[in-house]
């Protein structure tokens, strides 16, 4: 990785923001005196402010043929094979990475097992240069669980859960790799650069994008540090974000890219690294278990992954739970610690060590759900649109195939322009994209699939989606002539408190179950604390009015890392809500699964967040 040095860096005048110019509205008049929990400069309008008037405002812009926003699956595989086409055409386009974590792989959270068909597509020589895919699945096996048995389901061969052939990895460790791959072809990664602005032609198409400032104090005031981000202009800009994106959920707003789309559908994924006793290790064995803890009308299910690393016994496990869940009073981090103590599961946890937590919210919505992904100036590409194949319980294989489709389109629209064009930062269009997209084995693959997800909304629940899976998806293969919808967003599923039930949970041991901050501990997260807030409302008065006044304060139940907590300062006044932005491992859920729709995550500044290790 590396710092910017720009071939092609120009100053640009600019105001002070581009943010909106709404005010940010306080809190009711009980609390006026109470500090604005909203003071990102994304937000609140800098034009004015006597503490802004002697600052610099001016940015540098760097030019690139292909600007790529953010450095996983996705966005490295599009790198990869846009340099290939390169290669293969004797030209020599430029090609930038940006990514918001300090290194590559920093934010990368998943199961994983990995279904290598992008790969041999994309680098078939992948073992010969030493891709960390080394533990081939050597046993699949599935169970349903009460709430003390475990009753074995029926893994049958060329059906989704069927992992003969694919890997068990440690993800982050892969998009490391994939990075050193895409630099050694001469693409510029540049790893600590987050995204926090789209730029747009005079025409409405896409230019690039912008950095974000650094030296902004918690209140919105500079420090003597500040430094303005930079533009990054660019003939074709790939917005590989992953799952919920801020500048992807901004751009399909602007273009009404999700004209002809469903809303997404979300689940939230928790996972942890453990090294346990050897006794108990059994290298390429993948376990899956739906039923308990949840209830037949809430998705979730279980993963415990046994790696195969030299002279080491670890496992990754991990709970995922639908974002469609009603009941406010549900907290997935204590549904993951409550399953680890099942009778079934417990013992393989007991006398190990926990190593790792992390979580990530992912796309469930599937086909449905695909928006428009080329434009005028770019495309989305991988999670930023959303290619999880559900049943399968992978994405990573789409995701980098859909970067592979994204670059040759780009590729084939830059190479038709004049020379002269060439030389200039002009959009191009990329609706090809959408074409080659839908010719693809990606989208034949969510096609057949299509009808899993939603098949859990009929009155049956989960046990209709058992049998929908067993009968009808496995013996027409998606051939079924109807589309189910998933039906209402996932925040508009939430039910006021007084209509549910409190959930009561266990304490943690502290040998197979946990509490939360100890396990926040273990994500590495960090930012600095004097800058303002990355998770904005759109209105300060929200969360005690409407948020804890109807759903009893969901903020502080499906935040996996503690960042929202409703402080009660005087018994005769509501409470308000703290945001400890410095906890947040940019898992997204919150931008989600708020009721209110009132929580926007954006960037924060660069480099911060969390610092996964092979995750």
């Given at each position: 990785m590396q710092r910017w040095v720009g071939a092609r860096l120009r100053a640009v005048a600019l105001p002070l923001t581009t943010a909106a110019r709404s005010p940010v509205r306080g809190l009711s008049s009980t609390a006026d005196a109470a500090p604005a929990l909203t003071t990102h400069y994304k937000k609140v309008d800098r034009t004015g402010d006597e503490r802004w008037v002697e600052i610099d405002m001016e940015r540098f812009a760097d030019e690139t043929d292909l600007l790529i926003v953010g450095g996983g699956p996705a966005g490295l595989s599009a790198a990869?094979?846009?340099?290939?086409?390169?290669?293969?055409?004797?030209?020599?386009?430029?090609?930038?990475?940006?990514?918001?974590?300090?290194?590559?792989?920093?934010?990368?959270?998943?199961?994983?097992?990995?279904?290598?068909?992008a790969l041999d597509e994309l680098l078939p020589d992948w073992k010969e240069r030493g891709a960390p895919l080394d533990t081939p699945v050597k046993t699949d096996t599935m169970g349903f669980l009460t709430e003390t048995m475990r009753l074995p389901l029926p893994v049958l061969p060329g059906s989704p859960v069927d992992n003969h052939g694919n890997y068990v990895v440690r993800l982050g460790n892969f998009v490391s790799w994939l990075g050193e791959q895409a630099e050694e072809m001469g693409v510029d990664v540049y790893s600590g650069y987050g995204a926090v602005e789209l730029l747009y032609h005079e025409d409405g198409s896409l230019k690039g994008v912008a950095t974000t400032d650094v030296g902004v104090a918690k209140d919105g005031s500079p420090k003597p540090t500040f430094e303005r981000g930079m533009e990054l202009h660019a003939k074709a800009t790939l917005l590989g974000e992953g799952c919920r994106g801020s500048l992807t959920k901004e751009l399909v707003a602007q273009l009404g890219l999700d004209s002809e789309s469903e809303a997404q559908t979300y689940g939230i994924g928790l996972k942890e690294l453990w090294r346990i006793a050897p006794?108990?290790?059994?290298?390429?064995?993948?376990?899956h278990t739906a039923g308990w803890p949840m209830?037949?009308?809430?998705?979730?299910?279980?993963?415990?992954?046994?790696?195969?690393?030299?002279?080491?016994?670890?496992?990754?496990?991990?709970?995922?739970?639908?974002?469609?869940?009603?009941?406010?009073y549900l907290n997935p981090f204590l549904e993951f610690q409550r399953w680890k103590t099942h009778p079934a599961v417990c013992p393989t946890f007991e006398g190990g060590e926990r190593l790792s937590y992390g979580a990530r919210a992912l796309n469930e919505g599937g086909l449905q759900c695909i928006p428009q992904l080329g434009f005028s100036g770019g495309a989305l590409i991988g999670c930023s649109a959303g290619f999880l194949n559900v049943p399968k319980i992978k994405g990573t294989h789409t995701a980098m195939k859909s970067g592979m489709l994204a670059a040759e389109a780009a590729f084939a629209a830059m190479h038709a322009l004049d020379d002269d064009a060439k030389e200039?930062?002009?959009?191009?269009?990329m609706s090809s994209y959408d074409k080659a997209l839908k010719e693809s084995w990606v989208w034949k693959e969510l096609y057949e699939v299509r009808n899993v997800r939603p098949s859990a909304h009929t009155p049956l629940g989960m046990y209709g989606m058992f049998i929908y899976t067993g009968v009808v998806q496995w013996l027409l293969k998606g051939r079924e002539p109807f589309t189910l919808s998933h039906g209402a967003s996932d925040h508009e599923r939430l039910r006021p408190a007084a209509d549910c039930t409190p959930i009561e949970y266990p304490k943690p041991d502290n040998e197979v179950s946990f509490d939360l901050l100890s396990s926040v501990a273990l994500t590495g997260t960090n930012h600095d604390h004097d800058q303002p807030a990355h998770l904005t409302l759109k209105d300060d008065s929200v969360p005690a009015a409407r948020n804890f006044a109807i759903y009893d304060g969901p903020e502080q139940r499906f935040c996996p890392?503690?960042?929202?907590?409703?402080?009660?300062?005087?018994?005769a006044a509501p409470p308000r809500l703290q945001i400890n932005a410095q906890n947040c491992i940019h898992c997204k859920t919150c931008d989600i699964k708020c009721p209110s729709q009132n929580i926007d995550w954006v960037t924060p500044e660069s480099g911060g967040g969390p610092a996964y290790s092979g995750m």
């Open positions: 990869i094979r846009f340099k290939q086409m390169c290669a293969e055409a004797g030209v020599d386009y430029r090609v930038t990475v940006i990514e918001k974590s300090s290194t590559l792989g920093g934010h990368t959270l998943s199961g994983a097992v990995l279904e290598p068909r006794e108990k290790h059994k290298p390429g064995t993948v376990e209830d037949s009308h809430t998705w979730g299910g279980s993963f415990l992954y046994h790696l195969d690393e030299p002279g080491d016994t670890l496992v990754s496990t991990g709970y995922v739970i639908g974002l469609d869940y009603t009941n406010p200039e930062v002009v959009p191009i269009e890392a503690g960042v929202y907590e409703y402080i009660h300062d005087d018994d």
